[in-house]
């Protein structure tokens, strides 16, 4: 039997995520934790919740899974994953260990196809250094996969999304565009044969990035995944009570989905993203709807989006120190500088947010990019990211 997984789901990866006016609206009617060991809650819409044991010790907890982003079995267990471990990555934590959550319609896909599911869950968690232990499954209409994830990092050190200050500089470390690029697989549109690039992308763990992040000291970090680089840029900036310049053109695409937006080409994941941002969003005239989705695109395992402070950045240059660029092996990119509430973009400054003000929060307009705002890291071996989308 040969069937195709991503023609056995409605929803594909992280775009199956409830949209976030949806899911923001349920949480806020449920009980605040009153526990002081809990760290990180449910209240700032962080990564991971971190639990504090003791004063050396605090554990980190996550639940990640979805449908099929892709239609192999071995590459939809690794990237669900590499998606999983990303938010114990974003965190700066270490992941201890893994329990795996499955769906699987066991009347519709062979036996061998959840196997090969398990196996690139399992395999990607051993290249994390760390077992799947066990897990749950049920049967389900579609094919359902993630892991459960345990970490652990000291108390005092744990990175989260509410830290982020003013001349923060802001780097992302993967392009975007995943979620457009395997919607257009799935609907047999990949004219430009993309998906390889985005399966490597979403394949590829955030411990690296990590690891430099703790070793270059920064201030706050998230992970780019459902909600798109405006969602949670959202979400870091409202925990951080701080506003944010970007600039439009330094924010890396993949080539292909670029193309594909402007084709009409996105997943309902991103479109849903794009609808509630838009009441928080300023747009220049100059902003076509494509470049709207591309900054809202439901991406799938994506990059670490992390505010660096300025001496650490180096700024006006580019983040260069051996850290990022042994971390990275590949390329980051500087997108902007966190702001106060009351600062004005100028005109290398592309998108603002005010994240404590609850009308308008971002503003959008495009603007050349300063050449000493790029920032690179590292010689580039990955996939192509767009010459003047934050290339180089």
Known sequence: MSVRLTKVAKRAGCAAKQPPGYLFALLSGLPKSTDPNVLVGSATADDAAVYRLDAERALVLTTDFFTPIVDSPYDFGAISAANAL???????????????????????????????????????????????????????????????????VHPARAVTNAGAKPSDLLVLTKPLGVGIVTTAAKNDADTEHALGDAIVLMSTLNRAASEAMLEVGVSAATDVTGFGLLGHLGNLLRASAASASLW??????????????????APGG??????????????????????????????????????????????????????????????????????????????????????AIPTRLLRLARAALPRKASATCGKHDGPHVAPGRGST
Request: proline share 7%.
């Open 86 to 152: 990303s938010d114990v990555y974003a965190i700066g934590a270490a992941p201890l260990a893994a329990l795996a959550v499955v769906g699987f319609p066991d009347e519709l896909l062979e036996a061998a196809v959840l196997a090969e599911i398990l196996r690139g869950g399992a395999e990607k968690a051993a290249e994390a250094g760390i077992e799947v232990v066990g897990g749950h499954t049920i049967r389900a209409d579609e094919p359902i996969y993630g892991l459960s994830v345990t970490g652990i």
């Open 248 to 265: 439009l053109d330094a924010v890396p695409i993949l080539p292909a989905a670029r193309t594909y937006a402007q084709r009409g080409i």
């Open 270 to 355: 991103t479109r849903a993203n794009h609808r509630f941002v838009a009441a928080c969003v300023e747009y220049g005239p100059d902003v076509p709807i494509e470049d709207q989705l591309l900054f809202a695109d439901a991406q799938t395992s994506g990059g670490l989006l992390i505010a660096v402070p300025e001496e650490r950045g180096a700024r006006p240059h580019p983040p260069s120190s051996g850290a990022w660029r042994r971390a990275l092996r590949g390329r980051c990119v500087s997108l902007g500088l966190v702001v106060e509430h009351r600062s004005r973009p100028s005109g290398a400054q592309a998108l603002r947010s005010r994240g």
